[in-house]
């Protein structure tokens, strides 16, 4: 069973940068695609980011690309380097692990992801 345990977040003024850090265990073969949502009150939790199982970027939020970079490292810690924050990006942030096949690590739908962590909130002040 794969567990998920963020870290990272933090309150920060708009234009700074926060990088958030997934460690995952109990990885499995089977599991296509990682990768962080967020999610604000009253709101549907969104896609990020995503990578597939082979640390290959599949999906970027349009209102994140140029701004945040998805990453794996070889101990299976997942990272979310986040720059140029701004207030609308204030949300709680979970790193997710699923996905049954390939073409699910493109979509960045939350409803594909099987496994979830905790979250960890990200404030941005203006």
């Known amino acids: 069973q794969v567990q998920l345990v963020e870290s990272g977040g933090g309150s920060v003024q708009a234009g700074g940068s926060l990088r958030l850090s997934c460690a995952v265990s109990?990885?499995?073969?089977?599991?296509?695609?990682m990768g962080w949502f967020r999610q604000t009150p009253g709101k549907e939790r969104e896609g990020v980011a995503v990578?597939?199982?082979?640390?290959?970027?599949t999906y970027y939020a349009d209102s994140v690309r140029g701004r945040f970079t998805i990453s794996r490292d070889n101990a299976n810690t997942l990272y979310l380097q986040m720059n140029d924050l701004q207030p609308e990006d204030t949300a709680m942030y979970y790193c997710?692990?699923?996905?049954?096949?390939?073409?699910?690590?493109?979509?960045?739908?939350?409803?594909?992801?099987?496994?979830w962590g905790q979250g960890t909130q990200v404030t941005v002040t203006s």
């Open positions: 997710a692990a699923g996905g049954s096949r390939f073409a699910d690590c493109y979509s960045g739908n939350p409803g594909r992801f099987g496994a």
């Open positions: 109990g990885y499995s073969g089977s599991t296509y695609c």
């Open positions: 990578v597939n199982s082979g640390g290959v970027t």
